[in-house]
């Protein structure tokens, strides 16, 4: 059975440090996104791309986040610097229609 | 904005003890309502879409069924093995043939002991 795969599952990082996710989603699904899920909540959107283009990213922290999806096909998102706040766990996901499918996602704790 | 709302936030039942799940929620047109499965230290598993008010589906011992403001997930006969955190989520409906943002609620932790 297909599926997203994420890398790395964990991630220790200091404060200030630079950090980056790799996605690569379910082959053929052309809408990608990366969800940050706070312990006890539910994931919210940092950003969806539709091919390589990004379609809605109003909830990205600009000044800090960036993400990138080249060829249409895996992406990374990165986060320079990083601050306390941004521990969490960073989730993938891709569809081919309505049904978003996620990664295992990774576990991201900044000291 | 898309509102979702879970209830209860947590729910203990002995195995074999039916109950439900309660999601509420508001949204501008709703293209979809869907429940995923959460595992802890996990990424979500997809269980269900629901598209239309009335519109029920099942799997194993998980039935979901929608109404126009709330959706329900009822567990019959539950087992240790279905403890986990049940997310709900809404999709909008958006123009041509665009694929939205899920809004998820913040889950409830079902534990079911033996």
């Known amino acids: 059975e297909a599926e997203v795969a994420q890398s790395p599952r964990y991630k220790i990082t200091e404060k200030s440090q630079a950090v980056a996710f790799w996605c690569d989603p379910i082959?053929?699904?052309?809408?990608l996104y990366w969800y940050r899920q706070i312990l006890g909540q539910g994931p919210e959107l940092l950003v969806q791309f539709q091919d390589e283009s990004v379609v809605d990213d109003s909830q990205l922290p600009k000044d800090r986040f960036s993400a990138e999806r080249l060829k249409g096909v895996d992406s990374t998102l990165k986060i320079q610097p990083a601050e306390l706040g941004d521990s969490a766990m960073y989730l993938c996901?891709?569809?081919?229609?309505?049904?978003?499918?996620f990664g295992p996602g990774t576990r991201l704790t900044v000291t | 904005e898309d509102q979702v709302t879970q209830s209860p936030e947590a729910l203990r039942l002995q195995e074999g003890e039916s109950s439900s799940l309660n999601c509420s929620y508001t949204?501008?047109?709703?293209?979809?309502l869907f429940w995923y499965r959460q595992d802890p230290g996990k990424g979500p598993e997809f269980l269900f879409t629901l598209y239309s008010a009335g519109e029920e589906k099942e799997k194993e011992r998980l039935k979901a069924t929608l109404t126009k403001k709330e959706s329900f997930l009822h567990i019959t006969a539950p087992k240790p093995e279905d403890s986990a955190t049940y997310l709900c989520?809404?999709?909008?409906?958006?123009?041509?043939?665009?694929?939205?943002?899920?809004?998820f609620g913040q889950g409830t932790i079902l534990t079911v002991h033996p």
């Open positions: 949204v501008s047109g709703l293209r979809g």
């Open positions: 082959s053929g699904h052309a809408t």
């Open positions: 996901a891709s569809s081919f229609s309505y049904e978003q499918y």
């Open positions: 989520a809404v999709q909008a409906r958006l123009g041509g043939t665009s694929y939205g943002k899920l809004t």
